[in-house]
Nanobody, 124 residues
Framework: QVQLVESGGGLVQTGDSLRLSCAAS????????MGWFRQAPGKEREFVAA????????VYADSVKGRFTISRDNAKGTVYLQMNSLMPDDTAVYYC?????????????????WGQGTQVTVSS
């Protein structure tokens, strides 16, 4: 079992940047995809971004494409989400996750391990 702990959230203004970190410990399989999801009050948990270690490929939600960048440092067991040009619609609790499969799937039920989440709030 892998443990995932997010950090780096906070309160920022429109146009600011944040970098979220997810520290992984326990059973970490570097070949498995890592991803970020977010959930705003009253909304479903939605996919944000994921990275596939096997080929370095990434997948982004249309709403964050061009603004967010996902990366992973296997030696440190950490995955990052660099968020630029933040907007109020980005306000949510952000969760990191790991799949047990080898491909990237954007629906939350296909992801096995989850962190506790970190709050990101963007004011206008």
């Amino acid at each position: 079992q892998v443990q995932l702990v997010e950090s780096g959230g906070g309160l920022v203004q429109t146009g600011d940047s944040l970098r979220l970190s997810c520290a992984a410990s326990g059973r970490v399989v570097s070949s498995r995809p890592m991803g970020w999801f977010r959930q705003a009050p009253g909304k479903e948990r939605e996919f944000v971004a994921a990275i596939n270690w096997s080929d370095g490929g990434t997948v982004y939600a249309d709403s964050v494409k061009g603004r967010f960048t996902i990366s992973r440092d296997n030696a440190k067991g950490t995955v990052y989400l660099q968020m630029n040009s933040l907007m109020p619609d980005d306000t949510a609790v952000y969760y990191c996750a790991q799949r047990r499969g080898i491909g990237i799937i954007t629906t939350a039920p296909h992801w096995s391990d989850w962190g506790q989440g970190t709050q990101v709030t963007v004011s206008s």
